[in-house]
């Protein structure tokens, strides 16, 4: 006969320390999903109430803010710079930290190594804005180091911000520049996380380093790699907000081919005089399209090897 199982001390003493999660996430992710109810609604404001009154009393409109975003004639550019850029992102953001991984483990100068993890960890704290005044000082036209150093040489000074052809590399060069020393620092610290004796075995079967890193060390990393692949992909239909419109200089006529996004597109939409729930209804479609590509993901990798889904 099973025992029921009683309460104990311990059970509250958790209950009492997971308390303020369960709160957060309930105020600040799962309260204001009522929110969502904006991409279906004509939403309007009536003066004298509040947001809840608005929005009930909004007429419902059902897909019509959908098709707004759909028929748009940038549509087609929106999506496309998105999921180029992040699949662009994706890869590199997984190849260039593991082999900065990789070599900065097989450092034997702790102080340098170190030193390196510092200096590629820094972009990862400055802002966007911050980034953006040190590319103009490269980049100006009169003023800018690049410039300086082509006239120096005769060339002709290059018009940076009016030349769209140059910026997909920009683009993905600062992104890359910016996050590269975080992802590194993760993959490294799983790389410290292997198992000493296994180098010490190849060595004593006179494996190169090479040999190391392709049988000990990349295979020990596949765990985290996918799941940081599949983080990732979890974002495929985002955009970061900051890389495509600050260093742009907020994106001037002649980079809008190459520099715009779901995200700039929902923000220029937000300073013009689009309707609140049209915009609501291009980011409704963001998390959606989102959530489907990680499943899809996931699913993939769970038919590959089920012990590194996420679900």
């Not at 947001?51 to 009930?56: E, P, Q, R, S, T």
């Not at 005044?133 to 911000?161: D, H, P």
């Not at 209804?281 to 996931?298: G, K, M, Y």
Request: net charge positive; with cysteine; hydrophobic share 50%.
């Amino acid at each position: 006969m099973k025992t029921k199982k009683r309460w104990k001390k311990d059970d509250t003493e958790l209950t009492l320390l997971a308390l303020p999660s369960v709160v957060w996430f309930v105020l600040f992710l799962y309260l204001p999903m009522i929110g969502l109810l904006i991409a279906f609604k004509g939403y309007r404001v009536f003066a004298g109430h509040g947001f809840v009154y608005n929005l009930i009393h909004s007429d419902w409109v059902g897909l019509k803010n959908f098709e707004f975003l759909f028929k748009s004639n940038n549509i087609t550019i929106f999506l496309r710079n998105t999921l180029g850029y992040n699949a662009i992102f994706i890869i590199l953001g997984m190849v260039i930290p593991i082999a900065f991984a990789i070599m900065l483990s097989m450092l034997r100068n702790r102080f340098a190594s170190k030193l390196y993890q510092t200096i590629m960890f820094f972009p990862h704290f400055l802002s966007w804005v911050v980034v953006a005044y040190f590319l103009f000082a490269f980049l100006s036209t009169e003023k800018g180091i690049l410039n300086n150093i082509i006239a120096a040489f005769g060339g002709e000074r290059v018009q940076w911000y009016s030349q769209a052809k140059y910026w997909p590399f920009i683009l993905v060069f600062m992104q890359v520049w910016k996050t590269v020393g975080y992802s590194t620092v993760i993959y490294l610290a799983s790389i410290t996380a292997i198992d000493g004796s296994l180098y010490e075995a190849a060595v004593i079967d006179g494996a190169t380093k090479w040999q190391q890193t392709k049988y000990i060390t990349i295979p020990s990393l596949t765990s985290i790699a996918i799941i940081m692949f599949l983080l990732n992909v979890g974002r495929m239909f985002y955009s970061d907000f900051g890389l495509f419109y600050q260093l742009t200089q907020r994106i001037p006529g002649s980079l809008y081919n190459v520099a715009s996004t779901l995200d700039t597109y929902v923000y220029a939409a937000l300073q013009g005089n689009t309707p609140v729930g049209m915009t609501a209804a291009a980011t409704f479609f963001q998390s959606v399209a989102c959530a489907v590509t990680i499943l899809i993901a996931n699913g993939i990798v769970r038919k590959i090897d089920p012990e590194s889904a996420l679900i």
